[in-house]
C-alpha cells in the first residue's frame, strides 16, 4: 500500500465490498436526522430572514411576523402531504426528477434535475454560513474569519459523507435531537412562562426601534404588500430539504416508501411546531432584527442611531426565556442550533449524489457520478457538491443574507413540477384500476397532489417576483447552464453509442495488411523487447523509426542498430528542426494512406517507474506521440512496459503487505 493509498484508508476508511451494501440503510431513527436536518434546521434562519425582510417595512411590517409564519407553516405542512404520495408512488428514489421524467417528459424531468442540483449546491453554503452566523453569539472572534470557517466545515462534512452514509448518519443523530429538544423545551418554557405566569419576558431588542432603509417607522399601501410577499418567499426557505426524503428512499431500510412516508410526516410536525413556535415568540418577546446591507437600522430611546446587526432570533430568544434564571440553557440552545445548521449541509451530502447517479444513470451527467466509491457512497457526486458549495461561500463571503436570495427559487420548480407529475400518475393510474378501495386511495392522494400543485405554484410566482432582481436570477441562470450541459452530455453519448454500433459486414471486414512500426530513441532492452513482440504479431511488415534530431546520437543509433542485427530494417527520418513527434506522425500518416484498409501498429517502448517523482523524468515524448496517434483512423498504439528496478521493488513490497 502506498502513502497516498494510506492517506485514503486512514481518512475513508476501510473499503466495502458491494455484499455490504445493505449495512449502509438507515432505520427511520437515523434517516430522520440525516434526511431532516436541512428542513429541522432551516427554522434556525428562515425566522431571521423573515424579521430582517419585514424590518423594510419599519416597526408597521414586525405586526405581520406571526401572519407570514402560519403562512409559511401551512405551505409546509402542503408539501410533506404531498410528498407522502410521491414516496409511496415511486419506492425507486429521484423525487420530483423520476415523477417528472416518468409523466412530464424529458424536458420537464431535466428541469426539475437541474433546479434540485442548484438547490442542493446552496443548502450546503447557506447552512454552513448559517451556522457560523450562529457561532458568532458565542465566539465573537470569528468575526471576519466567516468565510475560512465555512469552507472549512464544508470540506468536514464531505469527508465524513465519504465514509459512507451509516457512519455519518450515527455522528449526525444526537445533535439534531438534541437541537429538536432543545428548541421545543425553550419555545415550551417561553410560552408557559408568558401565558401562563405572566411574566414579561423581552428581548435585548425589545426597546430598539427600527427604522426603514428611508428613516421612517412606518409602511403602507404596495410597499408593505411587497416586503410582507418578500418576507414570505425568505421564510420559506423553511421548505428546503423536504424532497431529499423523496429522493433518498432507496437508502431506507424495508419497507422503503412506509418508512419514508413516516420520517416526512415527522419532518412535517416537527418542522411546523418550531417554525410557528419561534415567529410567534418572537413576536411576543419584541424581537427586533436588521442587516445593515438592506439600510435598516436601529433607533435607541436615547435618540441615538445604531447600524450593528443584533444576534440571531434563536440567540435572542434563548437568552430571554433562559438568561435570567438557566444560562446553561442559553448556551445549549446556541451550541444545539450551531450543531444542527452545520450538519443540515448533510441533507444535500445525501440527496445531491443520489439524484446525480440516477442521472449519470440515464446519461444525462457523467457515468463517474454514478458509480460507488470504496464505502458505497457516490464519493464523485459528494465532492462536486462540496467544490460547488465552497466556491458559492467564496464568491458571496459566507454571507446568509446574500445566499438567501439565491435560494428557494429551484426547489419550488421541483415542487410544482413534480406534483403536477404526481396529477398525472394519479390520473393515468385510475384508467385502469377498478378495485373501489385503491380508487378511492388514488382518487384521495390526486387532491392532495392538486392541492400541492396550486399552493406550490402560487408561492413560485411570488418568489420569483419578489426575489428576481434580489439575486434569483443568479440561481436562475445556473440552472440554466446545467440544464443545458446535461443535454450536450446526452447527445454526445447518444452519438457515440450510436458511432460504437456494431454494423453487420463492415465492422468485421480483416484489414488487408498490418504494417508494424517500431519508435526507436535508443538500442536498449525496452527496444528489443518491443520489438519482439511486434514480431511475434506476425505483421505484414515491420519497421525501425528513428527520429535524427542529433547527427552524433542518431550515428550511435545506426551503428548499435547494426551490431544488434534484430533482422528488420531501420528508417532513419531527417528533422532538420530537431522536432521528434510531427517527423513520426508525418511518417505514419504515410504509411496508412497508401492503402485505406491497411493498419498501422505502432509499438512504443514505455519505462514503468515506481517512485511519483519518476515519472516526470521518463516517457514525456512517448507519451506526446501516442496522444496524438490515438486520434489517427486506422492506427493501432501498442505500449510495451519494460519495468525498471523501482517498479519491482514497489511490487515486491505490495506483495508482502
Given at each position: 500500500?502506498?502513502?497516498?493509498?494510506?492517506?485514503?484508508?486512514?481518512?475513508?476508511?476501510?473499503?466495502?465490498?458491494?455484499?455490504?451494501?445493505?449495512?449502509?440503510?438507515?432505520?427511520?431513527?437515523?434517516?430522520?436526522?440525516?434526511?431532516?436536518?436541512?428542513?429541522?434546521?432551516?427554522?434556525?434562519?428562515?425566522?431571521?430572514?423573515?424579521?430582517?425582510?419585514?424590518?423594510?417595512?419599519?416597526?408597521t411590517g414586525y405586526l405581520f411576523s406571526w401572519q407570514v409564519g402560519l403562512a409559511v407553516g401551512a405551505?409546509?405542512?402542503?408539501?410533506?402531504?404531498?410528498?407522502?404520495?410521491?414516496?409511496?408512488?415511486?419506492?425507486?428514489?429521484?423525487?420530483?426528477?423520476?415523477?417528472?421524467?416518468?409523466?412530464?417528459?424529458?424536458?420537464?424531468?431535466?428541469?426539475?434535475?437541474?433546479?434540485?442540483?442548484?438547490?442542493?449546491?446552496?443548502?450546503?453554503?447557506?447552512?454552513?454560513?448559517?451556522?457560523?452566523?450562529?457561532?458568532?453569539?458565542?465566539?465573537?472572534?470569528?468575526?471576519?474569519?466567516?468565510?475560512?470557517?465555512?469552507?472549512?466545515?464544508?470540506?468536514?462534512?464531505?469527508?465524513?459523507?465519504?465514509?459512507?452514509?451509516?457512519?455519518?448518519?450515527?455522528?449526525?443523530?444526537?445533535?439534531?435531537?438534541?437541537?429538536?429538544?432543545?428548541?421545543?423545551?425553550?419555545?415550551a418554557i417561553g410560552f408557559f412562562r408568558i401565558l401562563v405566569l405572566g411574566q414579561p419576558l423581552l428581548?435585548?431588542?425589545?426597546?430598539?426601534?427600527?427604522?426603514?432603509?428611508?428613516?421612517?417607522?412606518?409602511?403602507?399601501?404596495?410597499?408593505?404588500?411587497?416586503?410582507?410577499?418578500?418576507?414570505?418567499?425568505?421564510?420559506?426557505?423553511?421548505?428546503?430539504?423536504?424532497?431529499?426524503?423523496?429522493?433518498?428512499?432507496?437508502?431506507?431500510?424495508?419497507?422503503?416508501?412506509?418508512?419514508?412516508?413516516?420520517?416526512?410526516?415527522?419532518?412535517?410536525?416537527?418542522?411546523?411546531?418550531?417554525?410557528?413556535?419561534?415567529?410567534?415568540?418572537?413576536?411576543?418577546?419584541?424581537?427586533?432584527?436588521?442587516?445593515?446591507?438592506?439600510?435598516?437600522?436601529?433607533?435607541?430611546?436615547?435618540?441615538?442611531?445604531?447600524?450593528?446587526?443584533?444576534?440571531?432570533?434563536?440567540?435572542?430568544?434563548?437568552?430571554?426565556?433562559?438568561?435570567?434564571?438557566?444560562?446553561?440553557?442559553?448556551?445549549?440552545?446556541?451550541?444545539?442550533?450551531?450543531?444542527?445548521?452545520?450538519?443540515?449541509?448533510?441533507?444535500?451530502?445525501?440527496?445531491?449524489?443520489?439524484?446525480?447517479?440516477?442521472?449519470?444513470?440515464?446519461?444525462?451527467?457523467?457515468?463517474?457520478?454514478?458509480?460507488?466509491?470504496?464505502?458505497?457512497?457516490?464519493?464523485?457526486?459528494?465532492?462536486?457538491?462540496?467544490?460547488?458549495?465552497?466556491?458559492?461561500?467564496?464568491?458571496?463571503?459566507?454571507?446568509?443574507?446574500?445566499?438567501?436570495?439565491?435560494?428557494?427559487?429551484?426547489?419550488?420548480?421541483?415542487?410544482?413540477?413534480?406534483?403536477?407529475?404526481?396529477?398525472?400518475?394519479?390520473?393515468?393510474?385510475?384508467?385502469?384500476?377498478?378495485?373501489?378501495?385503491?380508487?378511492?386511495?388514488?382518487?384521495?392522494?390526486?387532491?392532495?397532489?392538486?392541492?400541492?400543485?396550486?399552493?406550490?405554484?402560487?408561492?413560485?410566482?411570488?418568489?420569483?417576483?419578489?426575489?428576481?432582481?434580489?439575486?434569483?436570477?443568479?440561481?436562475?441562470?445556473?440552472?440554466?447552464?446545467?440544464?443545458?450541459?446535461?443535454?450536450?452530455?446526452?447527445?454526445?453519448?447518444?452519438?457515440?453509442?450510436?458511432?460504437?454500433?456494431?454494423?453487420?459486414?463492415?465492422?468485421?471486414?480483416?484489414?488487408?495488411?498490418?504494417?508494424?512500426?517500431?519508435?526507436?530513441?535508443?538500442?536498449?532492452?525496452?527496444?528489443?523487447?518491443?520489438?519482439?513482440?511486434?514480431?511475434?504479431?506476425?505483421?505484414?511488415?515491420?519497421?525501425?523509426?528513428?527520429?535524427?534530431?542529433?547527427?552524433?546520437?542518431?550515428?550511435?543509433?545506426?551503428?548499435?542498430?547494426?551490431?544488434?542485427?534484430?533482422?528488420?530494417?531501420?528508417?532513419?527520418?531527417?528533422?532538420?528542426?530537431?522536432?521528434?513527434?510531427?517527423?513520426?506522425?508525418?511518417?505514419?500518416?504515410?504509411?496508412?494512406?497508401?492503402?485505406?484498409?491497411?493498419?498501422?501498429?505502432?509499438?512504443?517502448?514505455?519505462?514503468?517507474?515506481?517512485?511519483?517523482?519518476?515519472?516526470?523524468?521518463?516517457?514525456?515524448?512517448?507519451?506526446?506521440?501516442?496522444?496524438?496517434?490515438?486520434?489517427?483512423?486506422?492506427?493501432?498504439?501498442?505500449?510495451?512496459?519494460?519495468?525498471?528496478?523501482?517498479?519491482?521493488?514497489?511490487?515486491?513490497?505490495?506483495?508482502?503487505?
Amino acid at each position: 500500500m502506498n502513502i497516498v493509498a494510506g492517506l485514503k484508508r486512514v481518512l475513508v476508511g476501510r473499503r466495502l465490498s458491494n455484499s455490504q451494501l445493505g449495512e449502509t440503510l438507515l432505520p427511520k431513527r437515523l434517516a430522520l436526522p440525516v434526511f431532516a436536518s436541512d428542513a429541522l434546521s432551516s427554522v434556525a434562519y428562515a425566522p431571521d430572514e423573515i424579521l430582517i425582510t419585514l424590518s423594510l417595512a419599519g416597526m408597521t411590517g414586525y405586526l405581520f411576523s406571526w401572519q407570514v409564519g402560519l403562512a409559511v407553516g401551512a405551505v409546509v405542512a402542503v408539501v410533506v402531504l404531498s410528498y407522502r404520495q410521491t414516496v409511496r408512488a415511486y419506492p425507486g428514489g429521484g423525487g420530483d426528477y423520476a415523477v417528472a421524467s416518468a409523466n412530464l417528459g424529458r424536458h420537464a424531468a431535466l428541469t426539475v434535475a437541474s433546479a434540485l442540483l442548484v438547490d442542493y449546491v446552496l443548502t450546503v453554503a447557506v447552512s454552513v454560513s448559517a451556522g457560523v452566523l450562529n457561532a458568532k453569539a458565542m465566539m465573537p472572534w470569528l468575526s471576519g474569519h466567516e468565510t475560512l470557517v465555512a469552507v472549512v466545515v464544508i470540506g468536514f462534512l464531505a469527508l465524513m459523507n465519504l465514509r459512507g452514509m451509516r457512519g455519518p448518519g450515527g455522528l449526525f443523530a444526537w445533535p439534531t435531537y438534541i437541537f429538536v429538544f432543545s428548541m421545543l423545551v425553550m419555545l415550551a418554557i417561553g410560552f408557559f412562562r408568558i401565558l401562563v405566569l405572566g411574566q414579561p419576558l423581552l428581548s435585548e431588542t425589545a426597546h430598539l426601534t427600527v427604522l426603514d432603509p428611508e428613516g421612517a417607522t412606518t409602511a403602507a399601501g404596495w410597499v408593505l404588500v411587497a416586503v410582507i410577499a418578500r418576507a414570505f418567499s425568505s421564510g420559506c426557505a423553511a421548505l428546503t430539504g423536504v424532497e431529499a426524503v423523496a429522493n433518498g428512499v432507496p437508502a431506507f431500510r424495508p419497507p422503503r416508501s412506509r418508512n419514508a412516508a413516516t420520517v416526512l410526516a415527522m419532518l412535517g410536525i416537527i418542522a411546523v411546531v418550531m417554525l410557528v413556535g419561534i415567529v410567534v415568540l418572537a413576536n411576543l418577546t419584541r424581537v427586533r432584527l436588521i442587516d445593515p446591507l438592506t439600510g435598516t437600522h436601529y433607533l435607541a430611546p436615547d435618540g441615538s442611531v445604531s447600524h450593528t446587526p443584533a444576534v440571531t432570533v434563536t440567540g435572542q430568544l434563548a437568552r430571554a426565556v433562559f438568561g435570567d434564571w438557566f444560562n446553561p440553557g442559553f448556551y445549549l440552545m446556541v451550541v444545539a442550533t450551531m450543531a444542527i445548521l452545520f450538519l443540515a449541509a448533510n441533507t444535500a451530502f445525501n440527496g445531491f449524489p443520489s439524484l446525480a447517479s440516477i442521472l449519470a444513470k440515464d446519461g444525462h451527467l457523467p457515468r463517474q457520478l454514478h458509480t460507488r466509491g470504496d464505502r458505497l457512497a457516490h464519493s464523485n457526486g459528494i465532492i462536486a457538491l462540496a467544490v460547488a458549495a465552497v466556491a458559492f461561500v467564496l464568491i458571496f463571503d459566507a454571507s446568509v443574507t446574500a445566499l438567501i436570495q439565491l435560494y428557494v427559487v429551484g426547489v419550488f420548480i421541483s415542487f410544482t413540477l413534480g406534483q403536477a407529475g404526481m396529477v398525472r400518475h394519479w390520473t393515468s393510474a385510475l384508467r385502469t384500476e377498478l378495485d373501489r378501495g385503491s380508487r378511492r386511495r388514488m382518487q384521495r392522494a390526486r387532491v392532495i397532489n392538486v392541492v400541492g400543485t396550486t399552493v406550490t405554484a402560487a408561492v413560485l410566482v411570488v418568489v420569483l417576483v419578489s426575489k428576481f432582481t434580489h439575486g434569483a436570477w443568479v440561481a436562475l441562470l445556473a440552472m440554466a447552464a446545467v440544464f443545458l450541459a446535461m443535454l450536450q452530455v446526452h447527445r454526445h453519448y447518444n452519438q457515440v453509442r450510436e458511432e460504437l454500433a456494431l454494423e453487420t459486414v463492415t465492422d468485421r471486414i480483416l484489414p488487408s495488411r498490418v504494417r508494424a512500426v517500431v519508435l526507436v530513441q535508443q538500442v536498449n532492452r525496452p527496444t528489443a523487447k518491443a520489438i519482439a513482440y511486434a514480431k511475434a504479431s506476425r505483421a505484414t511488415s515491420l519497421t525501425g523509426v528513428t527520429i535524427a534530431v542529433d547527427d552524433e546520437e542518431t550515428r550511435d543509433v545506426v551503428t548499435a542498430w547494426d551490431e544488434e542485427d534484430f533482422g528488420i530494417p531501420l528508417r532513419v527520418i531527417a528533422s532538420p528542426y530537431r522536432e521528434i513527434t510531427q517527423p513520426f506522425l508525418r511518417y505514419v500518416s504515410e504509411l496508412r494512406t497508401e492503402n485505406p484498409r491497411d493498419v498501422v501498429a505502432v509499438y512504443i517502448p514505455d519505462f514503468v517507474v515506481g517512485r511519483w517523482w519518476e515519472r516526470f523524468l521518463h516517457n514525456q515524448t512517448s507519451r506526446l506521440i501516442r496522444d496524438r496517434l490515438h486520434v489517427m483512423k486506422g492506427v493501432m498504439v501498442i505500449s510495451v512496459p519494460y519495468q525498471l528496478s523501482s517498479s519491482l521493488r514497489r511490487h515486491e513490497k505490495q506483495g508482502h503487505r
